[in-house]
């Protein structure tokens, strides 16, 4: 007995599915409103008639939901599944979806190509009849007759060049005696000395920095007078004066050797690779 009960017949989804929803008394009308399909697509899930239901991703969805509706385990509804074939209509509507893009693609991209060879042909016809245009160009017809006449000329002007030189060689040159003599200017050096003097009168203060490598400098003195900015290079010495204190940003400090009136000014407490900013003179 129990040998006859292992060879019947396992039920299918369609059957599974109808059996659990007559066992709680729900209606095809009242699955069909929950799922959004008609009646008779519930029909045919119970029939296990998938074909005409569309994609299998909608069949799924069906299933998954008349699961809940019933509780209905969906893992064990879904072994039941397999094996069941997904509409050959829509293999066939997915691979004409594929071969139709790519065949936009290609064709977009052999415009494309056709666009490059057009310019490329037209820049090459351009320059070819540029070439063949100015080579075509030849000096007028009246070059020789134009060297024949100044020829001509030259030598029809030849005896009145004679007479010019007879001239001048009975013309008197005056000595060097009578020309007057000009003085060399004299400059007055003490207005330089008399600058210098008032700037350290004004209490003006200079700095002199002589850049080994390349760097950026900013000073602003005691008015807030910008009297330094920019890159320097290597080798360049700059001198600026204004009132103390300044306030100076300086790149590559380590490489700048800096003096303040004559004294030179220590920068080696200050961190390498780093923006430099101090006072000078240097405050501690």
């Not at 003195?221 to 320097?232: L, N």
Request: charged content about 25%; glycine content about 4%; aromatic content about 8%.
């Amino acid at each position: 007995m129990s040998e006859e009960e292992n060879t019947q017949p396992q039920n299918t989804l369609g059957q599974t599915l109808a059996q659990a929803r007559a066992s709680r008394n729900i209606s095809v009308d009242f699955i069909a409103t929950q799922l959004k399909i008609t009646p008779q697509q519930i029909e045919r899930i119970e029939a296990d008639d998938y074909l005409t239901l569309g994609p299998e991703t909608f069949v799924r969805g069906y299933i998954k939901a008349y699961c809940r509706i019933v509780e209905l385990n969906q893992d064990e509804v879904f072994a039941l599944y397999v094996g069941h074939p997904v509409p050959e209509k829509s293999r066939r509507m997915k691979s004409f979806s594929r071969r139709t893009e790519k065949e936009a693609n290609d064709s977009r991209l052999m415009w494309v190509s056709y666009a490059i060879l057009a310019l490329v042909i037209g820049s090459s016809i351009f320059w070819w009849w540029q070439t063949t245009s100015s080579s075509e160009i030849t000096p007028p017809n009246n070059t020789a007759q134009t060297i024949e006449l100044t020829q001509a000329e030259s030598n029809d002007s030849a005896p009145e060049l004679e007479k010019l030189a007879d001239k001048l060689e009975n013309v008197e040159v005056e000595t060097a005696e009578s020309a007057p003599i000009v003085e060399p200017p004299v400059f007055d050096l003490s207005v330089d000395k008399a600058e210098n003097n008032s700037k350290a009168s004004d209490g003006l203060s200079t700095i002199v920095m002589n850049f080994r490598e390349e760097s950026w400098v900013e000073i602003f003195d005691a008015t807030s007078e910008r009297i330094a900015f920019g890159v320097k290079k290597a080798g360049y010495r700059m001198t600026v004066a204004g009132k103390a204190p300044f306030s100076v940003v300086l790149v590559k400090h380590h490489a700048v050797d800096v003096t303040l009136d004559g004294q030179p000014v220590d920068l080696s407490h200050l961190q390498k690779n780093r923006l430099a900013k101090f006072k000078l003179p240097l405050t501690e």
